[in-house]
């Protein structure tokens, strides 16, 4: 059985997530720790693992109290150790990784930061890519290389894809605005944008199938032409638009 998945607004736009199933219940990124630790009593469930995608303070900066809280365990990368809360367990792409009883696929997903990750759960078909892949989005390129996040968004536009991607914000107002600016002609995208409009549901998550028919940085190849550069290689037109959405 696929593992529960509960979506958690925190600070001003972040999500967080929960994963329950037989063996316990784990965190996915802990911006804040009220609200994560109201879901968990509302729900009698306990906290075993918190798994941190980055190193930004409003991704990990509830972690010192949901550990007190809970004794969770805190997973994250090996590469981005020093900058993270400690860590009981450092992980590093491609090293095989049970949590719940299921496999995880670590993937590396540096661009808006180096050291950032994203954790597949194939068997219950989510991924969870905080900053890197976003709601009809991707991260700002803080550190890293147009050249990298595109690379990243390539690998995790390889999964399969009914595969829910929980990103790490709602941004949906600016990034469904950017998208429908470069591709106006995208009905895919204006019905998303009509259904979140009328149902105010979270933006996250939603199927890898709709990121990409709606998300702009994963149709560089079909917006090329209309940008201008229909014979740039596709990571040009990408860092184009990354340049684009930055004054949007």
């Known amino acids: 059985m696929p593992l529960e998945l509960v979506?958690?607004?925190c600070l001003k736009d972040n999500y967080a997530y929960l994963l329950h199933g037989p063996a316990g219940t784990a965190l996915i990124d802990a911006p804040e720790a009220a609200p994560i630790l109201t879901e968990l009593d509302a729900r009698g469930w306990g906290l075993d693992m918190i798994l941190l995608t980055h190193h930004h303070d409003d991704h990990i900066q509830g972690v010192p109290?949901?550990?007190?809280?809970?004794?969770a365990e805190v997973l994250g990368a090996e590469a981005d150790a020093r900058r993270l809360p400690p860590l009981d367990q450092q992980v590093a792409p491609g090293q095989a990784l049970t949590v719940l009883g299921e496999p995880v696929e670590v993937i590396d997903v540096p661009g808006h930061t180096i050291g950032h990750v994203a954790f597949h759960f194939p068997e219950s078909g989510m991924a969870f890519t905080a900053d890197?892949?976003?709601?009809m989005g991707c991260g700002r390129l803080f550190e890293g290389t147009p050249e990298q996040m595109w690379r990243a968004?390539?690998?995790l536009n390889g999964l399969p894809g009914d595969t829910l991607i929980c990103s790490g914000h709602?941004?949906?107002a600016t990034n469904g605005a950017f998208a429908l600016?470069?591709?106006?002609?995208?009905a895919?995208?204006?019905e998303r944008l009509e259904a979140l409009q009328e149902s105010r549901m979270p933006c996250a998550p939603a199927t890898l199938a709709m990121e990409r028919a709606t998300n702009p940085f994963l149709r560089a190849g079909h917006l090329a032409a209309s940008l201008g550069m229909a014979d740039a290689p596709e990571v040009e037109v990408f860092a184009q638009l990354r340049r684009m959405k930055d004054e949007f």
Do not use: H, W
């Open 132 to 135: 890197s892949l976003m709601a």
């Open 153 to 155: 968004l390539r690998q």
């Open 7 to 9: 979506t958690i607004r």
């Open 65 to 71: 109290a949901l550990v007190e809280a809970t004794g």
């Open 188 to 190: 895919d995208l204006r």
């Open 170 to 172: 709602d941004y949906c």
């Open 181 to 186: 600016s470069v591709d106006p002609d995208n």
